[in-house]
Structure formats: structure tokens, C-alpha cells
Nanobody
Framework: QVQLVESGGGLVQTGGSLKLSCAAS????????MGWFRQAPGKEREFVAA???????YYTDSVKGRFTISRDNAKKMVYLQMNSLKPEDTAVYYC?????????????????WGQGTQVTVSS
């Protein structure tokens, strides 16, 4: 069983920055593919970014150049640095883990999810 706990959300103005953190359990965390997803009000949950065990990274087009996903295997942590935030980035952000397999854009391929952290960007 893998437990994920997100933190770092909050209220920020347009153009500001936030860094989300995800604390994970699991003895073989370094081999997990990890992802960040988000769900805006009235919309379906969508892929944001993912990182492989090899630290290869993937982003949805709307956040490329603004968001950076990273991991610290020693601390069993995954981060999402979000810069140049826009009102359309407002959403609940979820951390997800895929213990077996590489990074994926598809949420059904992730086995474990955190409870989410709210990010609100004011205009």
C-alpha cells in the first residue's frame, strides 16, 4: 500500500508561484512513476505532469515552460514548481503513484492517489 499526502496549495495572484509537495510511502519509491493531475470546478480531472524512475519528465502543453516536476527519492518526495500562474490553473491538484510501469498521461494507469490540495489563482 502506498500513501500520498499533498501540501503547498494556496491562494496566489496571477503571475505568482507555488510549489506543491507530495510525500509518499513505499519501500521502492525510487522505482515508481509519479504524476500530478488537477481538477477544476465543473471539469474532469486532467493530466498535468509526470516523472519516471529515470527522471524523464512529461507535461501537458498548457503548463510547459511554467511548471517543473521533480523528485527526491531519499526523502520520498515529489514536487511541482508552478511559476507564472494563471487563473485557469485554479484547481485541486492531486499526486498519483504508479508502482509498476512508466509515466503515463492516463489517470486510470495510476494505482494510488492523494487527497488533493487546492490551488487558487486570482486575477
Amino acid at each position: 500500500q502506498v500513501q500520498l499526502v499533498e501540501s503547498g496549495g494556496g491562494l496566489v495572484q496571477t503571475g505568482g508561484s507555488l510549489k506543491l509537495s507530495c510525500a509518499a510511502s513505499g519501500r521502492t519509491f525510487s522505482s515508481y512513476a509519479m504524476g500530478w493531475f488537477r481538477q477544476a470546478p465543473g471539469k474532469e480531472r486532467e493530466f498535468v505532469a509526470a516523472i519516471n524512475w529515470s527522471r524523464s519528465t512529461y507535461y501537458t502543453d498548457s503548463v510547459k515552460g511554467r511548471f517543473t516536476i521533480s523528485r527526491d527519492n531519499a526523502k520520498k518526495m515529489v514536487y511541482l514548481q508552478m511559476n507564472s500562474l494563471k487563473p485557469e490553473d485554479t484547481a485541486v491538484y492531486y499526486c498519483a503513484a504508479r508502482p509498476r510501469g512508466s509515466s503515463s498521461y492516463y489517470q486510470h494507469e495510476y494505482d494510488y492517489w492523494g487527497q488533493g490540495t487546492q490551488v487558487t489563482v486570482s486575477s
